[in-house]
C-alpha cells in the first residue's frame, strides 16, 4: 500500500491532459478523448492523484443540484493495488460532502469487479442494471447502477 502522504491530490489542469488521456488510454476498452476531458475540465469537478510529481490517477465528477455523479475514474496500471484508487473516491465522497450533494451517483461494466469490490467498500450500494449499455469485444455489455447516500 502506498502512504496516503505520497500522493498529492489536487484540481486537475489543462496541462495534465497528456498525462491522464495516457492512462485513460491503457485502462479502458473505450477511451475518453482528450476532447472530452478538456470539456469535463470546464463543467465538472476534476481531480489528478501525484506520486513522484507524476500522475498515477483521476477522477471526474459531475455535480447537479444535490447530485453528484462519479463519470471517471483511473489509475495507472502499474500503480494500482496500492491504495491510490481509493484514495481518489475517499476525496470524491468528501467533496460531494462539501457541497451538500445528498447521493453520489455511478455505472460501471458488470464484468469490472475491482471497481465493483472498491465501490462497496467505500459503501456504495447496487441500484439496478442498465442491460446491453456499454459496447464490449462480443457486443455489449451490462452496467451496474451504484449509489452512496452522502451525509
Ligand atoms: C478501479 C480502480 C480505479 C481501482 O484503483 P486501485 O488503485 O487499484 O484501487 P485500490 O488499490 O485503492 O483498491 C481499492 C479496492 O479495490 C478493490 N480491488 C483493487 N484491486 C483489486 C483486485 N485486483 N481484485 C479485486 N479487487 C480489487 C478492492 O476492494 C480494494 O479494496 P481493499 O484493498 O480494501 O480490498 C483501478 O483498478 C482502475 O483504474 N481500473 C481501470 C479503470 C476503471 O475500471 N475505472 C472504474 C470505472 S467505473
Redesign the pocket.
Known sequence: MVSPQSIVLRPMTQSDLPAVCAIEQQ??YAPWTEKLFSDGLERHWCLVAEKSEQIV?FAVVQFVVDEAS?L????EPT??????????LDEVLTQASAKKATTVF????AS????I??Y??AGFNEMGLRKNYYPAGNGKEHAVMMALMVF
Request: aromatic share 0%.
Open positions: 485502462v479502458q490517477g462519479l471517471n475514474i483511473a489509475v500503480q494500482q493495488k496500492q491504495g491510490i484508487g481509493r484514495l481518489l455511478l455505472e460501471v461494466r469490472n469487479q475491482r471497481a469490490q472498491m462497496q467498500h
